[in-house]
């Protein structure tokens, strides 16, 4: 009675998996919306952004002072200041461009255009005016407090190119260079399907026996995090043609569909067949050489990634993190740049607390909880409880790989964490 | 006419003006509200969550399989099984706890009630059904497969600590413990200041002496990031009255305020005595041995924290990322925690690609754009632009702090880079 010919006896590695399923994915057809570029905040760019114009559009000063030539005060020292004639004032208001000539300068505002022949600022701090001359203190270098035409950004330039994940500095800089739309990734639609006779609906008070539905919430929180919008289905009944059928239904409306529950080998696990049962669908995996998370199912129905996961809490955010994210990346746009991908895995290095070991032959994901010592260093202390259990994720601040050819990492080995 | 007498001559340090400005800033008054935990994605928990009873209430199997008592297949192996009588069948339906005696088995699916005197799982591939009999092929350690009452959570434990930023495997946690509503910190409400008489508004196209007001935008997406409320108020002109009258009115509505430009010691820098002639002020610094950033002017006005921020881009976004964010995160009940310091704090070691220098005594922030080369390793090349410019902001990664008793840094040294 219980159906164990769903999964593979050989189980195929966490990279191998990873890689055929993250290839076979497309990001050919992935659609595109504008927005205003105030709404942006962490879409992903879909063209790269180019300037009309150069920035600044005119030489001007950066800082108060008095614009002058260099080498007029070469040797401008504190005991032997140089005098320079002052032609006239100009700030911000005024579009006419000065010129000076020789040992002359001119009373600028930041922001003001700089004056013909002039190349330097000279701070209010090293100069004294007197009489209608200024006495300047000390030598200035070119291009000190003054910025050219174009030298912050040239026209034409890529000022940002596309698959960023738009920053608050860059909507500055967007807003800056005139934009007022910018072009945009649409958000992919993930549709999340909690599967399980023993389920409940969050305004259900749960008998004895039956678990309120909340790892949707889980995958629907991580969904948004990293760009998606996360819907989540009603409860579905360990029911093969409820499953499938709920599966057909999200297709309709969704980019990626995750399944959670039902994707092992029990006699109540539809995942595998709904999935093998519906028109062009693919199974890339059913079967990970990982823990938890061994049960994981990744596939591919009408070119979507639909991804089974494991209802026990642990193994349904583990396998969520290794596979669903960066299928998720992929979708949303975002997963070009190494330095996104940083901040999209936040990692730190601490010391493990106390011995753990693994099975040989399998990636294990080891939940661990940080401690900071006095001395600074940063300390992981391991949790082995049970994939069912809410508390260990609820306590443990990141995940810990042991490689599938390790047996055991012991108290004080360096160990990075996945923060998550 | 350059008024200078705003700043002090000798700078405080960056540490010191921190420390003194951070514990000036009260947390005893910071209000809750109470939301629904679906919908509290990365809130400030304002309470500890304690749990009201044993999770799991009961003893239970964590797997389909057959339930056992493991001494009594101690000596199960593959040529010698354990003959067991299987007395019945039992399912997460079933409320009702069957009790097995010495060799004896129930068929048991995953969630079901641990029949009494049973303490493992047997999982369906190490056993056989045959004629009423179970044909036990393995032995099992105790506890296998199965999760004891109050083993997962037990009653009256603390389950999150107050302060924790609420992340998705936590809302799964709390909605599984029975929770629909959480006590979270109010977000702190930032109103934004943006000054300036060369500044237009977003829909303004600019004169060529004119700039977009972008920098409100930058600081609003952080404030954002960093768990508060931004609000960007109309443009004030260079008036000490306008000025004045534009914090006086966003202190009604505000927890903390930015104001942008003005913060220098210009003839047309307002802030530091619109902030000085305003009832309950303390200006806590003016003036801070940093580079970008020197200008930043830190100070409470009716307790609440007020900070003038450079209006160079650069500057502006640097103070900020000093000053500002520490600010933010105290009065968003977010500050105490290491680990979650790491995450809104993400760093990365990186190799150095060019030489920098700094003046000693200053800490210098210099902006680094990230590169992965091919063995992996990460270089950071350092931009020296101005700090009125867009593009170097845009264009980096993340800034290198330069102590302000260190001179240069050179081509391959290690630094640290804070991704922002």
Same mark, same amino acid.
């Given at each position: 009675m219980f159906e164990t010919n769903n999964l593979?006896?050989?189980?195929?590695?966490? @990279?191998?998996?990873? %890689?055929?399923?993250?290839?076979?994915?497309? +990001? @050919?057809?992935?659609?595109?919306?504008?927005?205003? *570029? @105030?709404?942006?905040?962490?879409?992903?760019?879909?063209?790269?952004?180019? *300037?009309?114009?150069?920035?600044p559009s005119f030489d001007k000063a950066l800082e108060d002072g008095y614009a002058v030539n260099s080498s007029d005060v070469l040797s401008a020292r504190q005991n032997n200041p140089i005098k320079l004639e002052i032609i006239g004032e100009t700030n911000v208001e005024n579009l006419e461009r000065l010129t000076i000539l020789t040992k002359q300068a001119v009373k600028i505002s930041k922001g003001a255009f700089?004056?013909?022949?002039?190349?330097?600022?000279?701070?209010?701090?090293?100069?004294?005016?007197? %009489?209608?001359?200024?006495?300047?203190?000390?030598?200035?270098?070119?291009?000190?407090?003054?910025?050219?035409?174009?030298?912050?950004?040239?026209? %034409?330039?890529?000022?940002?190119?596309?698959?960023?994940?738009?920053?608050?500095?860059?909507?500055?800089?967007?807003?800056?260079?005139?934009?007022?739309q910018v072009k945009v990734y649409k958000k992919p639609v993930v549709t999340i399907i909690p599967t399980g006779n023993e389920l409940v609906p969050l305004d259900v008070d749960p008998d004895s026996n039956q678990i309120i539905a909340?790892?949707?919430? *889980?995958?629907?929180?991580?969904? +948004?995090?990293?760009?998606?919008?996360?819907?989540?289905?009603?409860?579905?009944?360990? %029911?093969l043609n409820q499953v499938k059928s709920a599966i057909s239904k999200a297709l309709e409306v969704s980019d990626m569909i995750l399944v959670s529950g039902g994707s092992s080998a029990g006699s109540k696990d539809y995942t595998f067949q709904a999935i093998k049962s519906l028109k062009n669908s693919v199974i890339i995996a059913h079967g990970i050489a990982m823990r938890p998370g061994n049960h994981v199912l990744l596939a591919l129905v009408d070119n979507k990634p639909v991804i089974g996961l494991p209802g026990h809490p642990v193994s349904n955010l583990t396998s969520f993190h290794i596979f669903g994210k960066a299928v998720l990346r992929k979708l949303a746009g975002s997963a070009r740049s190494f330095w996104q991908e940083r901040k999209d895995n936040i990692k730190l290095d601490a010391l493990l607390a106390k011995k753990i070991c693994s099975p040989l032959g399998k990636e294990d994901y080891v939940r661990v909880r940080l401690f900071e010592q006095e001395d600074g260093k940063i300390t992981a202390y391991p949790y082995t409880g049970k994939s069912s259990f809410l508390s260990t994720l609820v306590k443990s601040h990141g995940i810990v790989k042991i490689p599938s050819e390790c047996g055991c990492l012991y108290e004080g080995d360096r160990v990075e964490v996945l923060l998550f």
């Open positions: 593979n006896n050989i189980d195929i590695s966490v @990279e191998s998996a990873f %890689d055929t399923y993250l290839n076979a994915i497309s +990001e @050919e057809n992935l659609e595109y919306e504008n927005i205003n *570029v @105030e709404d942006s905040l962490s879409r992903i760019l879909y063209d790269d952004i180019t *300037v009309k114009r150069d920035y700089l004056p013909e022949n002039a190349d330097a600022i000279i701070l209010p701090a090293d100069a004294k005016e007197k %009489d209608g001359l200024l006495n300047v203190f000390k030598s200035v270098t070119p291009d000190s407090w003054i910025a050219k035409k174009g030298e912050d950004i040239k026209a %034409d330039e890529v000022f940002i190119k596309k698959n960023r994940k738009i920053r608050p500095q860059d909507i500055g800089g967007i807003i800056g260079i005139g934009f007022r909340s790892n949707g919430y *889980v995958l629907k929180g991580f969904v +948004e995090q990293f760009g998606g919008i996360g819907r989540i289905s009603s409860i579905v009944k360990d %029911d």
